[in-house]
């Protein structure tokens, strides 16, 4: 693949609170505000508060999940007395960030997230894009301590709706596991090093280093799979299988078990081998999610450089 250049990457901003009881992203961002921290040599940096209603009430949201509102329908709808705090709050954002798909945008939005999942590192990207899959292998050397993977959700830019789909090249980080409202040493850690890192991969794109081709694997979600259910009720009949849980991105096959029964039986996976990601999120229930599967699929990328006027 031939070499693709891009203009320096300038501008960062870091945002943490999209899900308010996601603590990493919370004490980040405190942290970056309260030693104002602006400025990384080429790089400017700004931390944001994405949803300071919900972060004051350590809960996901308040009336809409944030981070579901960055489509352009959602930034071009009109604003009325119905209107739920997040999407005036999503506009506030796309006004001061971007606007998304513009020339103005900021050049790298890193959003970041938590998940009672046992995902390890994972960077999540709308679409494919040079520049963060470098990145993305560039984090893969430098934190050997925790897996790092990637998850592609493959939106055209108008329909991806989470927040960081605002900047010219961006991506979310979801680490885990860690509980709702908990802030966990290990895994801040984690997310201070991959945010350093990856300001560390800036300064070095900026000054004119190249950055060679190469290969990830990411995964890409196939389907998502719901809990047993009462069909009366409605109501959950069953957990996660203890040989199930915490074995995210471990290869589900045909007759693992899935699901324990509150009476004691075993549900069984029947369907095509897949990997099985968001293993009892707890943001997922109220979405009928169990874990989504996925497959893994290998992306080839080019060299790339800075762009020289
Ligand atoms: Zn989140």
Redesign the pocket.
């Given at each position: 693949m031939e070499q693709v250049s891009f203009p320096p990457l300038s501008s960062v901003v870091i945002c943490g609170g999209?899900?308010g009881n996601?603590m990493t992203g919370v004490y980040l961002v405190r942290e970056m505000q309260k030693q104002k921290v602006d400025k990384v040599g080429s790089v400017s940096i700004n931390a944001v508060m994405s949803n300071p209603r919900a972060v004051e009430a350590c809960t996901r949201y308040t009336e809409t999940d944030l981070?579901r509102c960055f489509t352009d329908a959602l930034l071009s709808s009109p604003i009325t007395d119905s209107t739920p705090y997040e999407v005036r709050r999503a506009q506030e954002l796309n006004a001061q960030l971007g606007p998304k798909g513009s020339n103005k945008a900021v050049d790298m939005l890193i959003d970041l997230?938590?998940?009672t999942s046992n995902m390890g590192l994972c960077l999540i990207f709308d679409s494919i894009d040079y520049v963060t899959l470098h990145i993305f292998k560039y984090l893969q050397s430098k934190i050997p301590s925790v897996p790092v993977r990637s998850l592609l959700l493959e939106k055209p830019p108008s329909e991806a709706y989470s927040l960081d789909s605002v900047g010219k090249h961006s991506f979310s980080i979801?680490v885990g596991p860690q509980p709702n409202g908990v802030v966990r040493a290990d895994i801040f850690n984690i997310v201070k090093e991959a945010v350093d890192h990856t300001i560390g991969f800036l300064q070095e794109f900026n000054r004119g280093g190249t950055f060679e081709g190469g290969e990830v694997e990411a995964f890409t979600v196939v389907k998502s799979v719901d809990y047993p259910r009462d069909p009366m009720t409605g109501e959950i009949t069953a957990a996660i299988h203890p040989q199930l849980q915490d074995n995210d991105f471990k290869l589900l096959k045909r007759g693992d078990p899935m699901f324990l029964s509150f009476t004691g039986e075993t549900v069984k996976y029947e369907g095509e081998e897949l990997y099985p990601l968001f293993v009892n999120e707890c943001?997922y229930y109220e979405k009928k999610i169990a874990f989504h599967l996925a497959q893994k699929l290998t992306h080839k990328f080019p060299s790339i450089r800075v762009k020289k006027d």
């Open positions: 999209t899900h996601e981070n997230h938590n998940t979801e943001a």
